[in-house]
């Protein structure tokens, strides 16, 4: 998460819980999806809830974002084992 630190803050916020929403404005290929993946992961470990992801269509969700996802399942041990 730090080669975007930008992106940083808006996990930490996200993660702490304190606001019933937040908004990213960033540009395109800036590590909106690893700042997603990186709180979904977090969020399954810690407290798991059901999570929505909406992608910008059925390929995107299909060819990029279900493989990262299921790489982040696979090798983070906590969520492997779960």
Known sequence: PFLTPYA????????SRL????VMCISAQSGKTDTLLDIIGQRLDQRPVPILYVGPNQQY???QFNP???DLIDEAPALAGK
């Open 8 to 15: 940083v803050a808006f996990g930490r916020a996200v993660a």
């Open 19 to 22: 606001y019933r929403r937040g």
């Open 61 to 63: 969700l299909r060819e």
């Open 68 to 70: 990262r996802l299921m």
